[in-house]
């Protein structure tokens, strides 16, 4: 019980630090005070949902993996929500992203997880 409560408080912990500290820098002025074309401006929301997604991702297969129940089916459909949002804003501008599919080893088995990476721009 006292580990289960100490991973749930851990991943908690990561899931307010992450976004406070992923666009931590700051663009240079002269980008600033310039709108962004349209394409551009697409490609960009992209390329953040995709970092977002990855995070999300890679927090979900940390929870699998200090979690003592199986919970593989579950990691697996969350991951599948997650970049079914992404594919689908991707088909609808036109670009192309692609999952790279890496194993972890999570509850006894190896369960392959797919970040994603933008591949046309």
């Known amino acids: 019980m006292k580990k289960r409560l100490v991973a749930m408080l851990l991943c908690v912990a990561l899931l307010v630090a992450f976004p406070a500290t992923a666009f931590a820098q700051t663009n240079p002025p002269a980008a600033r005070c310039m709108p962004a074309p349209a394409g551009q401006a697409q ?3 992209l390329q ?10 890679d927090l979900l297969v940390l929870w699998a993996k200090i979690t003592p129940y199986d919970d593989v089916d579950w990691l697996l459909s969350q991951v599948d929500r997650i970049t079914g949002r992404v594919f689908d804003y991707a088909d609808s501008i036109g670009a192309t992203v692609v999952c790279d599919y890496e194993p972890h080893w999570i509850d006894g088995q190896t369960v392959l997880v797919d970040p994603l990476r933008v591949v046309n721009v």
């Open 48 to 57: 953040v949902m995709v970092m977002q997604a990855n995070a999300e991702i």
């Open 43 to 45: 490609m960009l929301r």
